[in-house]
């Protein structure tokens, strides 16, 4: 099995890493591709874009494990692990907190944030029912906020199993059927596919405390070249 691992937010470097990832098990041959994740959520576009390569990948099972223990599968991460085949959690993990929120922490207008909320369900709830998961549950999570434990969520059917380590993981996925396709993985080598120098760039850019550092650096250059034209190249 291909595996990647992802922490923080969920940007566009996100999306070409997981798209990567399918291009690279699908190529090796993999049995599944292993997504294992823990983030506190992030851009609604870059998750809308995942969910849909997660949907259109059904010659390849792909696998999100929440871990390790202590992760979450906040926001973003909870359409996230809702749209792969097989959904797994880690002992002591969360997921849900999906409410959309408007970056930078502004209000934004009342009937634009409807229309935010109205999607962010209708989606979420779609996303559950492809996958024959807690539509219910799933829209509560964006409607109300509401976050869960892994027990509890294996409970309600958001998630498919509890597994304590990547061997555990295998173990339980073993002979599961995925579109027609049963999984050969008790024995399956991990081959981990980490980010490329590209990736861990972007991806450290687009951090939201970078970015702000970065703006204020650009606002505070623009305001030293105005006031002394010439000094700053």
Known sequence: VTMISIEGSISP?????????????????AEALIIQLDTPGGLL?????????FLDSDDLPIVVYVAP????AASAGTFITMASHIAAMAP??????????QMGGGQADSVMQKKIFNYSESFIESIANR?????????SAVRDGEAITAEKALELNVIDLIASSREELLDQIDGRTIDGDTLNTRDATITELPPNLAEKLL????????????????IYGIIGEVTNPGAIV
């Open 13 to 29: 470097t996100t999306t070409n890493y997981i798209n990567r990832g399918i291009r690279v098990a699908k190529e090796q041959g």
């Open 69 to 72: 223990e202590g992760a979450r």
């Open 203 to 218: 991806g450290f850019i687009m951090r939201p405390e970078v970015m702000l550092i970065l703006t204020m650096i650009a």
């Open 92 to 101: 002591t993990t969360t997921i849900g907190a999906a409410s959309p929120v």
């Open 131 to 139: 996958r024959n998961r807690n539509a219910e549950w799933a829209q």
């Open 45 to 53: 576009e870059s998750t809308k874009n995942i969910v849909q390569s």
